[in-house]
């Protein structure tokens, strides 16, 4: 069974510098999808990043980018500059090939908070 | 990517009443999602709904509880029936693929009194 893991609840960092967020992921498949998502208070889901699992290229989005390393099964978000706005829950998934359809499977989530 | 529509964004409902939660999507899309959130959790999938097709309902989820309908490629509805307090949650509709990224409406918080 596919699970998504991220293991650090809640973190802060301070307006202007660099967090990275963690997600760890357990798949047999051999081609995947991984993305990150963010949630802020108004609960609108908004899709921050993908990574397509044979592209060994990180994927980058402005501030945004991940750091997929693929044998150790890890797909963490770095956020550079991090702004106030930046301030959300971040949801990391991985899209499940089942049955002829597909599903995204997120994990708890990791609530940042960006101080001023 | 897919604009999505939902509506209502909340409502107050009865114990024991149904309400149906509907999605608009900009554009043509194969497979439409339902998921549910609890207040500061993740989502769970409820049901992914297929145009032409029966929906298939995650583990947990039934279709007498959660009816679902896909009448074309831009629009699914979800209906939550005979609820109970413990129904009281955010949902969401969501479209899209792996390749464009999938796309969620803005929730509907329900609270069943």
């Known amino acids: 069974a596919q699970t998504v893991t991220q293991s650090q609840p809640e973190m802060s960092v301070q307006e202007a510098e660099t967090v990275t967020l963690s997600c760890t992921y357990d798949t047999s498949e051999s081609n995947y999808y991984l993305f990150w998502y963010k949630q802020p208070p108004s609960r609108q889901m908004i899709l921050v990043i993908r990574?397509?699992?044979?592209?060994?290229q990180n994927a980058t989005e402005n501030r945004f980018s991940v750091n997929f390393q693929k044998a150790a099964k890890s797909f963490s978000l770095k956020i550079s500059d991090s702004q106030l706005g930046d301030t959300a829950m971040y949801f990391c998934a991985f899209m499940k090939q089942q049955g002829g359809s597909e599903k995204l499977v997120f994990g708890k989530g990791t609530k940042l908070t960006v101080n001023p | 990517s897919a604009v999505i529509s939902q509506k209502p964004s909340r409502d107050i409902c009865q114990r024991g009443t149904s309400l149906t939660i509907q999605c608009q999507v900009d554009s043509q899309v194969t497979m439409m999602f339902w998921y549910r959130q609890q207040p500061g959790q993740s989502l769970t999938l409820i049901a992914t709904?297929?145009?032409?097709?029966?929906?298939?309902?995650e583990s947990g989820f039934v279709i007498d509880k959660f009816p679902i309908s896909r009448p074309n490629l831009t629009f699914s509805t979800l209906t939550v029936s005979n609820m109970s307090p413990e129904d009281s949650s955010i949902y969401l509709c969501?479209?899209?693929?792996?390749?464009?990224?999938?796309?969620f409406g803005s929730g509907t918080r329900l609270t069943v009194v």
């Open positions: 969501s479209a899209g693929d792996r390749i464009d990224g999938y796309t």
């Open positions: 709904a297929n145009q032409g097709s029966e929906a298939t309902y």
């Open positions: 990574q397509e699992a044979y592209k060994q």
